[in-house]
């Protein structure tokens, strides 16, 4: 029993010692660590210091391609819109001849965008008019060389006759 409380003794007392060591070590290694540490630290902040000044660079970069890209947006935009309008809006409103020629108008189908004036050219040296079915319009009777002007300000489908001979018939598509 002796034997064995010594052996368990002395056991206790080198696993104590071993223990101490460890720790000793360990604090000296440590020391040592934080010794070395300071040496490299001014040269890892040399390092590192470079290493963050990219690192603003690459947050900057971001918005840079931010700002490039709505600039460049808006610049297509107001580009593309204004060539479109220009081109559409003056070729909305024209001046266009029709002729009542040979107890006929002439062309017999028209095609005109919004807002255009048509001026009717009597060629016959017989009166005719210009009457919209609809009522939206009519002429007098008009002569020779006479003239009737409309302006189409709403968009739609005109038939026109002349109401002496209403087998003249012209139609105008106002787009
Ligand atoms: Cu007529």
Do not use: Q, W
């Amino acid at each position: 029993m002796m034997n064995k409380r010594n052996t368990v003794i002395t056991l206790c007392a080198a696993a104590a010692i071993i223990i101490a060591l460890i720790i000793i070590f360990a604090s000296v290694a440590d020391k040592d660590l934080a010794d070395r540490t300071p040496t490299p630290e001014p040269t890892m902040i040399e390092t590192t210091g470079p290493s963050v000044e990219p690192l603003d660079e690459v947050t900057p970069r971001p918005t840079a391609m931010a700002t490039v890209k709505p600039t460049a947006k808006p610049t297509k935009k107001p580009t593309a819109r204004p060539t479109v309008k220009p081109s559409a809006s003056p070729a909305a409103s024209k001046n266009v001849s029709v002729k009542l020629e040979n107890f006929a108008f002439s062309p017999k189908t028209l095609n005109i965008p919004l807002n255009s004036t048509v001026i009717f050219t009597n060629k016959d040296d017989v009166d005719h008019t210009v009457t919209n079915v609809d009522g939206a319009f009519k002429s007098e009777l008009f002569g020779l060389n006479e003239t009737f002007t409309y302006k189409f300000t709403k968009a739609g489908t005109y038939i026109i006759y002349c109401e002496p001979h209403e087998f003249m018939k012209i139609t105008i598509i106002v787009e």
